[in-house]
């Protein structure tokens, strides 16, 4: 069976750090893999998606990158955090255009 | 401009009544649209879709509908149970895009 993993769970980093979260899927090959931001009482933003190792596609332009270096991981990133930044990141993964899409349990960053 | 529009921030029912959640969305080129279910500091878990040739779909407890001339469609839950306590998404996708837009969610509370 497919899983997918995302961590770390929480994560409260300074204003001006860098930042990497990692997502990773198992059980499945070249799956479609995305990045979500949830602000509070919000939905869920789309910031970048993957159709394929090293194509990203950027939705919001901002302070923050994604990179696919294998398969089956997603990296987000930032040079230098934003209080802005602060939310709840989820990464997701579909194996279709035409499948639902399965969420990681997110990652609650708080910049500080 | 938001394209997916959940109107109704909050929504409360009595444990085996009717819940109605109602979503519209702005983009005709939107062909395929899906309900998601979260817990608060989770991912959200899919719950039921439904292709713009359609106009219905059951499973179990939930039914979606969907009017394409009005842009509208809803998820009925019947009998709600005060497990259904959550905030639903509803999530629209242009599936030549492969990406899903969301709205902003509703809060059911189911009181037993």
């Known amino acids: 069976s497919q899983t997918i993993h995302q961590w770390p769970a929480t994560l409260v980093q300074p204003v001006g750090s860098p930042l990497s979260l990692e997502c990773t899927v198992e059980?499945?090959?070249?799956?479609?893999l995305y990045w979500y931001r949830q602000a509070a009482g919000r939905g869920l933003q789309l910031l970048f998606y993957?159709?394929?190792?090293?194509?990203i596609s950027s939705e919001v332009p901002q302070n923050l990158s994604a990179s696919r270096p294998q398969d089956r991981q997603f990296i987000l990133s930032s040079k230098k955090l934003l209080l802005s930044d602060s939310g709840f990141y989820l990464c997701?993964?579909?194996?279709?255009?035409?499948?639902?899409?399965?969420f990681g349990q997110g990652t609650r960053l708080t910049v500080v | 401009d938001q394209q997916v529009k959940q109107n109704s921030p909050s929504l409360s029912v009595q444990e085996g009544r009717i819940s109605i959640l109602n979503c519209d969305y702005t983009?005709?080129?939107?062909?395929?649209f899906l309900w998601y279910k979260k817990y608060p500091a989770e991912g959200p878990t899919f719950l039921i879709s439904?292709?713009?040739?359609?106009d219905k779909n059951e499973d179990g407890r939930f039914t979606v509908f969907l009017n394409k001339s009005a842009k509208h469609l809803s998820l009925h839950i019947v009998p709600s149970q005060p497990g259904d306590s959550a905030v639903y998404f509803c999530?629209?996708?242009?599936?030549?895009?492969?990406?899903?837009?969301f709205g902003d969610g509703t809060t059911l509370t189911v009181k037993p």
């Open positions: 997701a993964w579909t194996p279709s255009r035409f499948a639902e899409a399965f």
């Open positions: 059980g499945t090959s070249n799956p479609n």
């Open positions: 993957s159709v394929g190792i090293g194509q």
């Open positions: 983009n005709s080129m939107f062909d395929y």
């Open positions: 439904i292709s713009s040739i359609k």
């Open positions: 999530a629209a996708r242009n599936t030549n895009a492969g990406k899903s837009t």
